[in-house]
Structures are given as C-alpha cells and as structure tokens.
C-alpha cells in the first residue's frame, strides 16, 4: 500500500523520538528520504508518460515539467525541422552568429537558477538554438525520469511502486538516525544490502524485452532484454 506523509512522519518521528530538535523537520526527514531513494538507481518506474511541449514565439527556451530530473528521449514533431541535442556551450556559441537556422534547432538542459524566496522553485528548460520565429504547440515531444515530488500534507502519497514501500520506510527512519546520531552508517547498510541489490537486479521487469511481442505470426526476432539495448 503506498505511504502517506503521515505515515512516513510516523516511522521518522519513531527513530527521533516526540523531543526532536525543533530545528529539524519530519517532512524535511521523509522528502530528503525520497530523494535518496531516487538516486540510487535510474529506477525504470521514474519513467513518466511522453509529454508535449509548446513553442512560443521569441523564446530561445523551453520549460521542462517540473517534475523533470532526467531526459531520455526528445523528439520534434515536424518534418520542417531537425533537433538536435547539444551542449550549453555550443547553444552560447551559435547565439553569438549574426546568422540564424530556418532547418535546424540544438537545444541543451539546463538546471534551474537558485532561489532564496520560499514557494514552488523555477523548473529546469531546454535552452534553444535558433530562438521561436513562429510559436506551435506540440512542437516536441519529451521522455524522461522524473525527480521526486515532496510531499507537503499529510494524505499525499508517495510515488513510488507497492513492492518499495518497505525499502523507503527503512530510508526513512535510517535519515532519522542521522539526525539523531550524525551517523549514516544505517544508511551505508541499506546501500550495501541484498534488498537493494535485488530491486535493482529486477527493475525494468514491467517491460523485460523489445521487438514483437512472442506467442503470433509476427514472432520472427528473439527478444532483446534491457541490458543489452543500451536504452536509458
């Protein structure tokens, strides 16, 4: 069953006890929890469904969604138009010609600037290379991993699959043992446990092959397992 806010408060405040530091916040315990659990593997279930994205006249840019952490695939929609994906270093170098690209756009991520205002932060964006000369919606189409998403009142729920739940309550209270004891040496053994080390072994299991799907007619390739593909 997926783990509430006040669930996961709960398993944190049962490390940490009723007199934590009042400078410490469970929430901050759970949501750098979550975090931790998204970094340690390019976990295949961050995959989020393909979205679109609009072009707005003028604009040499692009927000990404904001629950956007890695890209996997971009694709254009229109045949009028090649993309390709570049450095930030190339995208500064093309600004800077008097010239400009009617076949072409090179866009390159980048992160968001750093705030010191409390709210909803600025969401990473592709910067782009000729700027928009004619705004289009749909114009391109994004895959990617998502970030996790913090988790603010006490119903929400955290993204993550029925079969992680367990692993995250124990990322939870390991975190709540560094603030109690400054110590990461719980969180050191859930790195190196055969836990972890068999829900990375089985990730992509939702989607194990490519090509044609076995069992008809059209079964006439052998499957292609994840590893040896090379996708993301």
């Known amino acids: 069953m997926a783990q509430t806010l006040t669930q996961l408060r709960d398993h944190a405040r049962a490390v940490m006890g009723e ?52 890209l996997v695939a971009f694709e254009s929609t229109t045949t009028s138009r090649q993309f390709s994906l570049t450095s930030i270093e190339e995208i500064l170098e093309r600004r800077s010609y008097a010239l400009t ?6 866009g390159a991520v980048v992160s968001p600037s750093q705030v010191t205002e409390k709210g909803v932060p600025p969401v990473a964006r592709m910067e782009l290379w000729p700027a928009v000369q004619s705004g289009s919606t749909d114009a391109f189409k994004i895959a990617y991993r998502s970030a996790w998403v913090d988790l603010n009142d006490g119903d929400d ?18 975190m709540a043992m560094y603030y109690v004891t400054n110590s990461m040496e ?6 190196q446990s055969s836990e972890l080390a068999t829900l990375k072994g089985s990730d992509g299991a939702q989607q194990a092959n490519l090509g044609p ?12 397992n994840w590893v040896s593909t090379g996708i993301g």
């Open 19 to 70: 007199d934590f530091d009042p400078r410490y916040s469970l929430d901050d315990v759970v949501n750098q929890s979550g975090r931790q659990l998204f970094s340690m593997h390019s976990w295949r279930w961050r995959l989020r469904s393909v979205k679109s994205l609009d072009l707005v006249e003028g604009e040499d840019s692009v927000p990404l969604p904001a629950d956007f952490d890695e």
């Open 101 to 106: 690209d009617t076949f072409n756009y090179f």
């Open 157 to 174: 729920v955290a993204n993550v699959p029925p079969k992680f739940d367990l692993l995250l309550i124990k990322i939870v209270r390991a």
């Open 186 to 191: 719980e969180m050191e053994l859930i790195n």
């Open 213 to 224: 799907i076995g069992g008809g007619v059209l079964n006439v390739h052998q499957p292609h």
